[in-house]
T-cell receptor, first 112, second 117 residues
């Protein structure tokens, strides 16, 4: 059974650029959630996708957008990057139920 | 507003002793609670969970206690081992406002646990 994988591991961008982060969910999981973890903080919910539809969104501006594909993998896109977007971005997959989510190792994004 | 709070940024215990990590929440719509452990350069790893219909759940060395009236939960690790040294996050899950779906985890800030040999 393959766990949650994310790519790339690290990324450096400059302010104003756009970035795409990728996530492959754990086998059999149809729900993907994205979280942003700033230094010294707990992860914050960005949004969730279930069967290719957005299924809830946290307090993040529209320049944060996402996609889920038929194989349940997912992308997080961030436009017009700001310095405060520097963080660890975590992807988690789960079954459609109120149960534990399984996290990937994250993508460390640095915005200069 | 911080709906899930872990007020102790760090905790240091001796190997073999009990570690108690605490968590408070404010939102009474939360009905499922989880603890995650995180090592550097890795994603959070699920440890143990508890539904709001229970007040205790046990899994090996890990026990989670839930006090709904106080909106407080705690994680007990007995006995503590050096390999338990990590950041521990408390997380809560509940229904979306006006909806029936689950899945949004609200995390606390984390507690750094250090277990000394």
């Amino acid at each position: 059974e393959t766990g949650v994988t994310q790519s790339p591991t690290h990324l450096i961008k400059t302010r104003g650029q756009q970035v795409t982060l990728r996530c492959s969910s754990q086998s059999g999981h149809n729900t993907v959630s994205w979280y942003q973890q700033a230094l010294g903080q707990g992860p914050q919910f960005i949004f969730q996708y279930y069967r290719e539809e957005e299924n809830g969104r946290g307090n993040f501006p529209p320049r944060f957008s996402g996609l889920q594909f038929p194989n349940y993998s997912s992308e997080l896109n961030v436009n017009a990057l700001e310095l405060d977007d520097s963080a660890l971005y975590l992807c988690a997959s789960s079954l459609r139920a109120p149960q534990e989510q399984f996290f990937g190792p994250g993508t460390r994004l640095t915005v200069l | 507003d911080q709906q899930v709070k872990q007020n102790s940024p760090s905790l240091s215990v001796q190997e073999g002793r009990i570690s108690i990590l605490n968590c408070d929440y404010t939102n009474s719509m939360f009905d499922y609670f989880l603890w995650y452990k995180k090592y550097p350069a890795e994603g959070p790893t699920f440890l143990i969970s508890i539904s709001s219909i229970k007040d205790k759940n046990e899994d090996g060395r890990f026990t989670v206690f839930l006090n709904k009236s106080a909106k407080h939960l705690s994680l007990h690790i007995v006995p503590s081992q050096p390999g338990d040294s990590a950041v521990y996050f408390c997380a809560a899950m509940g229904r979306y406002a006006g909806g029936t779906s689950y899945g949004k985890l609200t995390f606390g800030q984390g507690t750094i646990l250090t277990v000394h040999p």
